[in-house]
């Protein structure tokens, strides 16, 4: 459903209602957190964000998809060497190497990059599907299959949709 930042709560509520006893799963799209959008986040079955141009409601979108914990390594190395050759050889090295190893705790969508996704993307967020990642990010460019580097469709056989069977199989 898109638009929903404009749905007023009470008329979520019956679709939520509705949608649950039909056994159909919701998907709403955000382009905007502001009125209703930010307490209906995560009330469908998977969440839709779009470009959000607005700092606080970017921090918003980010604080719904959430944080995770990462490890970062930082590592440099030092070598230093010298040499003397004439009849007899003298070579001195010296070598130093540190390595530490970092555990942070940040977004995993920063707020920044909802602000800057280009028009035609967005992030599917779905916690639902055990299949797939829980944040995905989806590019719905109408133009992309002309773009240099895109897959040929052959490629994505394992993506196809089998053709549905008569029902009487």
């Not at 056994?23 to 469908?44: D, H, M, N, W």
């Not at 390595?99 to 705790?105: E, F, G, K, P, T």
């Not at 639902?128 to 719905?140: G, I």
């Amino acid at each position: 459903m898109a638009g929903v930042e404009m749905v007023p709560a009470a008329h979520l509520d019956s679709l939520d209602r509705a949608a649950k006893a039909a056994g159909i799963r919701l998907v709403y799209l955000f382009r905007q957190l502001g009125g209703e959008g930010e307490r209906s986040l995560g009330r469908a079955g998977a969440t839709i964000l779009m470009r959000m141009g607005n700092p606080v409601e970017a921090e918003l979108a980010a604080r719904f998809i959430g944080r995770e914990h990462r490890f970062v390594m930082h590592q440099y190395s030092v070598t230093a060497g010298s040499g003397t050759s004439r009849s007899s050889a003298a070579t001195e090295t010296a070598s130093r190497r540190k390595s530490v190893n970092l555990r942070v705790y940040e977004f995993t969508v920063e707020p920044r990059e909802l602000q800057q996704l280009p028009e035609t993307a967005l992030y599917l967020v779905d916690p639902q599907d055990p299949h797939a990642p829980p944040v995905r990010l989806v590019d719905c460019n109408p133009w992309m299959y002309d773009l240099p580097l895109v897959a040929p469709p052959d490629f994505l056989h394992w993506a196809r949709v089998p053709e549905p069977r008569p029902l009487d199989q």
